[in-house]
């Protein structure tokens, strides 16, 4: 239904839009020129793509589609349109060497940056004083496509940091002041009974200026009680299970994850590696000895394993949801304390913020790395693809995604409402992601 009431703060959609652009070319000058048109990370476009990418995507959507305005640059704004979802069937956990025939696909750098100029200039006149909130409009009622744009981005400086990770150490230029936060106990397992109640999942979209379309409608699920771990599974804990030969050992493993191990030789964590018979943990710009107390980031088949292992599952969704935010949560005034934001390039101790700890004691639901559930990424009832990016959500209700929740420590603030929901498929090694365990209760 259309709304006549404004939803959007010019001021604040400008200075959004303005740290955005800022933030990101941050992180591309983060980068040797030599990284420019590698391919981190398999099945990703190489990373001059990515440049491109942001200013097109909110060109496209909220100039051309949204206002109806004439192009830049049709094939710029064609080339770097869209994405690539990574497939199982051709993940590797190897970085990905350049191809001389795909680098002629790709133009300078200057003719990006001279397009992301031309796009930026064109935004920033629109969200000053273009029509960009008209009700009825499909891209503009609401002010959609300028809340679309917007969290796009911030949502992609997520995936570049993966990028990022990925690249050698020498290809990329360490801040003076980057400290990587080691020090710190490994938490004593600890279960926390959460009583049954109601979950709410989605939201009314008339109850927040934006959401993305998986979000809606309102949603809530009975849950009923349940044990989860007050703490995310931790290096230390994770290394029991590797020492133990559970890459070694189908019987905690699905049979597709199973023959994904087999087939790509894992035996251990991607941000583990070993050096002079130690583990370590792959930082952003360098290797440092595996702080134990620092969650594990692993793949939702990994997860699973371990939990299996422990004679536990992963929590659902709905779990989760109800560990965080209780009976309510479908719009919070402030994030809790934790690690989010991009307050730090990697994660922290476990339980480091215990302010920011839920009702029931539980530490780290947001912040500190996306938590892995066991629920396959779906719609709730009366889902409705939304108008400004339709293929969003729905190019992934296939049964291969599972649900993320919380947030990392790339996670920008403004992605922070409970309602929100991130997804991956369960084979995808590289995302921030961790877990804790759940157990049923009678």
Known sequence: MPSAVSVLDRERALAWYRLNRERSRGLFDLLADEAYYSRPIALRHPIVFYEGHLPAFSFNTLIKKGLGRPSIDPA??????????PNETRDTLGDQPQQASDRARWPSRD??????AEADRQI?????????????????????????????????????????????????????????????????????EVPSGVATLGVDRASIPFGWDNEFPAYHADVGRFHIERDDVTNARFLEFVDAGGY??????????WSWIRSEGVTHPLFWERRDDRWHWRGMFELIPLPPAWPVYVSQAEAAAFAR???????????????????????????????????????????????????????????????????????????????????????????EHFVMKGASPATARQLLRPTFRNWFRARYPYVYATFRCARDLA
């Open 124 to 192: 920033l006149d629109a969200l000053a004083r273009g029509e960009v909130e008209q009700a009825g409009h499909p891209l503009l009622d609401r002010a959609e496509a300028v809340f679309a744009i917007l969290e796009h981005e911030a949502m992609h400086q997520e995936t570049l940091l993966y990028m990022w990770h990925r690249l050698p150490v020498e290809q990329k230029r360490r801040p003076a002041a980057y400290a990587p936060r080691v020090e710190g106990r490994v938490p004593a397992p600890e279960w926390i």
């Open 111 to 116: 003719i990006v940056h001279q397009f992301a």
């Open 309 to 399: 292992w422990r004679d536990a599952r992963l929590p659902t969704e709905a779990e989760f949801q109800r560990a965080a935010y209780g009976d309510g949560g479908a719009v919070l005034s402030e994030p809790r304390p934790g690690v989010f934001d991009f307050t730090s390039w990697d994660p922290e101790p476990a339980g480091s913020h215990p302010e920011g700890a839920s009702a029931w004691g539980i530490q780290d639901l947001v912040g500190n790395g996306w938590e892995w559930t066991s629920t396959p990424f779906a719609p709730f009832p009366g889902f409705e693809a939304s108008a400004s990016y339709p293929e969003y959500s729905a190019d992934f209700f296939d049964g």
């Open 248 to 257: 070694d050992n189908p019987r905690w493993w699905r049979p597709a994850d």
């Open 76 to 85: 710029l704004e064609a080339l770097f349109a869209r994405g690539i979802d």
